[in-house]
């Protein structure tokens, strides 16, 4: 049975480079406001569903930029209004359900699918996961099943500046291959997958030569309260088993690393 994560793919692919972006609109003053929605469709193809905390300030900068980013992380050919974050999401979780009815046609039509006992799954969730005078955070997580002996998860975050929507990446660290950085990545990973050594770690990635150069998420930085969360993709640097390695470096330990850009979020 053929496996395919076309969105989850799409949206690991989205964040191969870095990217920043400013946007029209007001200045957002205080917490970003949010109001839980979600769509659920369950039907004989399978399980399709998108729960967002959507901000409802739709003549806020930082609106525009949240829905944008959404938008590209779920394909970028939606081309309307970027006010409101329903019509965004809806737009895409169509085109998955499309694709999926279409797939599970070609399938029966082959004699493939007429006893199957699982459905096409698509479960994905939209959370605000940070929010300060400076910056807001914000976290994609989906999990799509398409067939075959498991489906793919992908975990996508990005820090918007408040000021002006920018997209905070890489590219407001320094330094980020120099022996201090990367022995605080190091430490994460050991930290996450519970280990005592390097050779241990070695053991754990999928290409044992990143030891001596670990490379950055494909994720961007993700600034939290407490510091900067590491989030890396599946199979990013682990095998499926090993999981999706997630920590966080408290900012007392990264910030000699950050540019002033970086460094007037945390103040």
Request: net charge negative; hydrophobic share 40%.
């Amino acid at each position: 049975m053929k496996v395919i994560h076309s969105i989850t793919l799409l949206a690991l692919a989205v964040l191969a480079m870095s990217t920043a972006s400013c946007t029209q609109g007001k200045a957002i003053q205080g917490d970003v406001a949010t109001k839980e929605d979600s769509i659920i469709v369950n039907n004989q193809v399978g399980e399709f569903s998108i729960k967002a905390a959507c901000p409802t300030d739709s003549s806020a900068a930082i609106t525009t930029a949240i829905n944008e980013f959404l938008s590209e992380t779920l394909g970028g050919s939606y081309d309307g209004s970027l006010t409101s974050t329903m019509p965004v999401v809806k737009f895409y979780l169509d085109k998955v359900i499309l694709k999926d009815s279409t797939d599970l046609a070609d399938l029966q039509k082959e004699g493939l699918a007429d006893n199957r006992e699982w459905k096409y799954e698509f479960k994905a969730n939209i959370d605000k996961i940070a929010d300060t005078p400076n910056y807001v955070t914000y976290l994609y997580t989906c999990y799509e099943y398409q067939g075959g002996a498991h489906g793919g998860t992908a975990t996508i975050g990005q820090t918007f500046r408040k000021a002006d929507g920018r997209r905070i990446g890489w590219e407001v660290f320094t330094n980020v291959y120099d022996e201090g950085f990367q022995k605080l990545i190091k430490q994460g990973l050991m930290r996450f997958w519970k280990l005592k050594n390097d050779s241990e770690l070695q053991n754990a990635l999928i290409n044992p030569d990143n030891i001596y150069q670990l490379p950055l998420p494909q994720c961007g930085p993700l600034f939290m309260k407490d510091g900067v969360r590491f989030v890396y993709g599946q199979y990013e640097i682990a095998p499926y088993a090993a999981g999706m390695p997630d920590f966080t470096i408290p900012y007392n330990q990264v910030q000699k690393f950050m540019k002033v850009t970086a460094k007037n979020l945390i103040q």
